[in-house]
């Protein structure tokens, strides 16, 4: 999903944020989506690794600090749950955990990302329509 746009310096980041690529509030379901697939919780570190992996990064490792602000501000609004884990040795991490509530926050994205999925397919179809093209069968996407 929108992997035509995978900014690897300041100059693609401006074209992808004039794209649309940088829906950061997309980070939200990758985040939940990744808690509910975990055994059990998961420490701020691996769920930036796997976010990654997600389709909304492609691949491109996302900002952590931005991941962290996102994983506070879930938590603020009951999503997610934290908890120190304090080793004998090395540091301190913090665990994440979903939340029932994060849980039924899934489920709304599953069918808003539905809904948006829509509302780009009817802008993509303006947009050709605009341009007095047919809409191509194959969208040209680098993966």
């Known amino acids: ?73 879930m938590e603020e609004s009951g999503y997610v749950v934290s908890e120190w884990e304090t080793p004998e040795e090395g540091s301190a991490r913090r665990l994440f955990s979903l939340t029932k509530s994060g849980r039924d926050n899934l489920r709304r994205w599953i069918d808003a990302l539905a809904c948006y999925r829509l509302t780009l397919e009817e802008l993509r179809e303006e947009a050709s329509g605009a341009l007095g093209i047919d809409i191509p069968d194959t969208p040209r996407c680098s993966h």
């Not at 693609?12 to 990758?30: H, I, M, V, W, Y």
């Not at 389709?55 to 602000?69: H, L, Q, S, V």
Request: hydrophobic letters at 35%.
């Open 1 to 73: 999903m929108w992997s035509s746009c995978n900014p690897k310096n300041d100059s693609d980041l401006q074209a992808c944020a004039e794209l649309g690529k940088s829906l950061n509030r997309l980070s939200q379901p990758t985040i939940l989506t990744l808690l509910a697939r975990a055994d059990g919780p998961m420490h701020g570190y691996i769920i930036v690794q796997q976010a990654a992996d997600s389709p909304m990064f492609g691949g491109t490792k996302p900002d952590a600090a931005g991941i962290y602000r996102t994983l506070k501000r």
